[in-house]
């Protein structure tokens, strides 16, 4: 590993620390994972072919690839904003590079945000379409109906 790398993976680190994603640290790969909803995501940093930050997420796992998929995947690709999505042997991926330049701390939550968010929003309705499986369940959510005040009815 080069001085850039090791400098730009203390560098990351610092900024995840400081960005409030809790308990985010180095898994056996060098990867960072952290969850957002459904969907398990990463930072990478990466060397080749040049010095940058990746942020990537499994939408949804064991899905066929078709037509109808590359239709729902090229959709989403139309609104997304400096990321991607696209499939890979079964398994659908949201994803955005910084380059290690660019790379400050708003950049990076941004890329950590912007790729849990879309991620995590077509993790069930792909799921349900193409029978597949987000990386997580859906997190219920918790209802508590308004208070009636008897006074003011």
Not at 31 to 59: L, N
Not at 68 to 87: F, K, P, T
Not at 116 to 135: C, K, V
Request: hydrophobic share 40%; glycine share 8%.
């Amino acid at each position: 590993m080069n001085i850039e790398i090791t400098w730009l993976r203390a560098y990351v680190e610092k900024l995840l620390r400081e960005s409030g994603l809790e308990g985010v640290e180095a898994d056996h790969d060098g990867d960072y994972p952290f969850r957002w909803g459904t969907a398990a995501c990463w930072v990478r940093v990466q060397e080749r072919p040049f010095a940058r930050v990746e942020v990537f997420a499994h939408v949804v796992h064991n899905v066929r690839s078709s037509a109808r998929l590359l239709r729902e995947i090229n959709d989403a690709n139309r609104r997304a904003v400096g990321g991607q999505v696209y499939e890979w042997d079964g398994t659908v991926l949201a994803a955005q590079s910084v380059h290690a330049h660019g790379l400050q701390s708003d950049t990076l939550v941004q890329a950590c945000v912007g790729v849990g968010t879309i991620a995590d929003d077509l993790g069930a309705l792909l799921a349900a379409m193409f029978d597949g499986q987000t990386p997580y369940p859906p997190e219920p959510v918790a209802f508590e109906p308004p208070s009636i005040d008897a006074e003011g009815a």
